[in-house]
């Protein structure tokens, strides 16, 4: 399963992405917005869990277009790792737990969080390029 060295590398085919950090956290971000980003737990995080064990490892928070596709996603991929937190309730971004979520899996996320800010030029010669790829 997935580990943030497979984000790292996997960020890194995405063109314009560029690592900051915000908020003491490692984020990447393409036109100066953030798409991915760690996501430790905070203690009242950890708090709101009650007697419920918390998803482990690495957290990767990762931006959707909207909080209707936050919904389909976490709804279709609710088996690979991804759910939310009362403090993403009404923020467009879903949480992934990447020792669950398989690489195939945590690329495509990657991608559509990319494509929420990505400029429209690179975001269509990138999906063109994968295109023509798959095709080969």
Known sequence: MASLEDVERLVAELPGTEET?????????????????????????????????????????????????????????????????????NYPAVLLELELVPEPVLRDALLDGWLVFAPAAQAQELLASRSRRAKD
Not at 40 to 54: N, Y
Not at 77 to 84: L, Q, S, V, Y
């Open 21 to 89: 950090t915000k908020w003491g956290n490692r984020t990447w971000a393409v036109g100066g917005k953030g798409y991915a980003w760690e996501r430790p737990f905070s203690k009242a995080d950890l708090k709101r869990f009650g007697a419920e064990p918390p998803p482990q490892g690495p957290i990767l928070a990762i931006r959707v277009e909207d909080l209707g596709e936050k919904g389909a996603v976490l709804t279709a991929r609710a088996g690979d790792g991804f759910f939310t937190i009362p403090h993403f309730g």
